[in-house]
């Protein structure tokens, strides 16, 4: 997912942290929407160069969360609309389709419980 000349930037040392979290995430098992490993890795893997986007996307989700009275009616649009304006990994909302529903996955099985029947909605 990373794309080579973003991994070419990296320094050596950067680049064999980044080889050792991907074999071990590969040891965990397969990394899939529905069987998120991690988020970090994910949004890295994205394009963010952000270290701050997941706290970022905690935040934005947290807040959704509180304003919507019934859970069961959010949608991947909704989520969209708070993680767009956090990073450019969100530019296209058709595109991020399968990214807003890996994170709120995530976000549902180590974070918040009371989001992963929404996730399980949106996949």
Do not use: H
Request: net charge negative; glycine share 2%; no cysteine.
């Amino acid at each position: 997912m990373i794309n080579e000349k973003r991994y070419q930037n990296m320094s050596a040392n950067e680049q064999i942290l980044f080889e050792v979290v991907k074999e071990l995430s590969l040891q965990m098992g397969e990394d899939t929407p529905e069987k998120p490993l991690s988020l970090s890795l994910y949004l890295f893997q994205a394009g963010s160069d952000d270290p701050d986007l997941k706290d970022k996307i905690v935040k934005a989700t947290s807040k959704l969360l509180i304003q919507t009275d019934d859970l069961s009616k959010l949608t991947t649009a909704d989520f969209y609309k708070v993680y767009q304006p956090l990073s450019n990994i969100f530019d296209d909302e058709a595109d991020s389709a399968n990214t807003i529903v890996y994170i709120v996955t995530w976000l549902g099985l180590n974070l918040m419980p009371i989001l992963y029947p929404v996730a399980k909605e949106l996949m």
